[in-house]
DNA sequence: CGAAGGTTGACTCG
DNA sequence: CGAGTCAACCTTCG
């Protein structure tokens, strides 16, 4: 490279330093290093139409993680004698403007596999091959690349984890040290006429902010990333005994978890190291857990729905994708919708989930099972899609090939075809939590109910309601329907719908979904149709 | 074609 | 608290 170039790194995933391969190439052998990250509108401008604070596309407290993570990258840049330059708007546009500006020589950024970031990374590298312009695009967000499993599987993404972890096998990585440290940057050109901000606030931003117990407890950056990580790895009987399915889904104030979601989510720790210190951990111990249980399972389960998603179109809707099932979700579900994002079910476990999501942006993998089989075939029938929506707003994680992944998964769309297990809205949380202290938490208004009806509500005398200062129908809802005849239903709207599926070989067509959902209500029994009428209408 | 296996269901029984 | 039962799905593999 000539003297006097210029590089531009720039930062969408991937808020990190370490093993950071599009940051090293960006400062190898450049005169000037152009570090970015653009402020997209169509992620963070303000939607006041939106049922809850942020944009269309992020809650508050998503957009408040990543503002502290840019805040953290700027800090961790500027050690190194950089920093971050921050831009708004269009992020193909600026891009575009900012390599012709600064007469950019080679652009350096993390490859990702989203519809979203192919179709934006189109355009820019589209520009740059017209410019001469060198493009360094590394995989390094995941594990594995998931364009080569999906060639060595013959062109078609592996449906299942076993014949992921089979073709998958080791990283290519592992055998050579990862870069965790970059000495020195170099300094970044003039901006000319590029309007440079640093890394605005919320407020900045054009949000309020918000009430304190709104706000989540989990703090943005790759500096928390690595504390947290240290924190996880430390007890190592803990990782080696790793087993997920064994976490408690109710515990808060110390979650089960390593809650390094959102962190792996933005890219503030990479995948890659994450795996590198648990490999460590299994090398000091006698034995350990394995996938998909263990907790590099869980890193492999990442992977692995990254995997399907990148191999699948129209992996984020049920129409056109073809391994989703064709469902006759409820087309009038609007309130039934509603009452679950808000957490006025009537069912305090599901609540409870809902309202810590809305508040901390976060809960255990179970809880999110919970309600997400409650939504769907568990007892509203509601779209997929429709509660894959709300996830996606609030969750500080969430992750659009593994939320999506996990819906197809819980609505037994795909991947899962159990629809006979139906988690209890009643008695799942109550074998982990008898007492109902994380209901107590995040719905107060249920504190003083005694813990045998905590789970249930609805069924206490109207003394002990008076006594709790809780009168379910006034001071809580009741519940939007009843589990037992609801789940039965579901049940039934699964068995014919996989039918109608299997005997059109998955090629179902909105007609005949029209048709099945019209058999379906016609087969409803007349006594609970008038109940679920007479519900729906007190 | 049949058998086996699938990250995490609820319930009852001993 | 672990095993068996319930009713039974799908995909994968031989």
Known sequence: MSAGS???????????????????????????????????????????????????????????????SLVDLDSNLKKLGSRLLVLKGDPSEVII??????????????YDTEP???????????????????????????????????QKNGGRPPLSYQSFLKLAGEPSWISSPLSMTISSLPPFGNVMNCEIS??????????????????????????????????????????????????????????????????????????????????????????HTLPPVS????????????????????????????????????????????????????????????????????????????????????????????????FERLLIDSDWAINNGNWLWLSCSSFFYQYNRIYSPISFGKKYDPNGDYIRYFLPVLKDMPKEYIYEPWTAPLSIQNTAKCIIGRDYPKPVVYHDSASKECKRKMAEAYALNKKLTGLVSEDDLIN??????????????????RKLMG
């Open 6 to 68: 210029s590089s531009l790194m720039w930062f969408r995933k991937g808020l990190r330093i370490h093993d950071n391969p599009a940051l090293e190439h960006a400062s190898k052998g450049s005169n000037f290093l152009y570090p970015v990250f653009v402020i997209d509108p169509h992620y963070m401008k303000p939607d006041p139409t939106a049922p809850s604070p942020g944009s269309f596309k992020a809650g508050l407290n998503r957009i408040r993680f990543l503002l502290q």
């Open 295 to 390: 907790l590099a399972g869980q890193l492999l389960w990442r992977d692995f729905f990254y995997t399907v998603a990148f191999g699948t179109p129209k992996f984020d809707q049920m129409r056109g994708n073809k391994i989703c099932k064709q469902i006759p979700w409820n087309d009038d579900d609007d309130e039934l919708l509603a009452a679950w994002r808000e957490g006025r079910t009537g069912y305090p476990w599901i609540d409870a989930i809902m309202i810590q999501l809305r508040k901390w942006g976060w809960m255990h993998h179970l809880a999110r099972h919970c309600v997400a089989c409650f939504l769907t075939r568990g007892d509203l029938f509601v779209h997929w899609e429709k509660g894959r929506d709300v």
């Open 516 to 533: 099945l959902r019209r058999k379906l209500e016609e087969d409803q029994k007349p006594e609970v149709k008038n109940k679920r009428q």
């Open 116 to 150: 979203y970031y192919q179709a934006l990374d189109a355009k820019v590298k589209g520009f740059a091959s017209t410019a001469g312009i060198e493009v360094f695009s590394p995989v390094s967000h995941t594990l594995f690349n998931p364009a080569e499993i999906i």
């Open 97 to 110: 403007r900012c390599l012709k500006e600064w007469d950019v020589k080679r652009l350096c950024f993390e």
């Open 198 to 287: 640093e890394v605005p606030t919320v407020e900045e931003l054009g949000y309020e902010e918000a009430q304190q117990d709104e706000i989540s407890p989990f703090r943005g950056g790759e500096s928390e990333a690595l504390k947290r990580l240290r924190q996880s790895i430390e007890n190592k009987e803990w990782v080696a005994n790793f087993e997920k399915p064994k976490g408690d889904p109710s515990a808060f104030l110390k979650p089960a978890t390593t809650v390094l979601s959102p962190y792996l989510k933005f890219g503030c720790l990479s995948s890659r190291y994450f795996y590198t210190c648990l490999q460590d951990v299994h090398k000091n111990v006698k034995r």
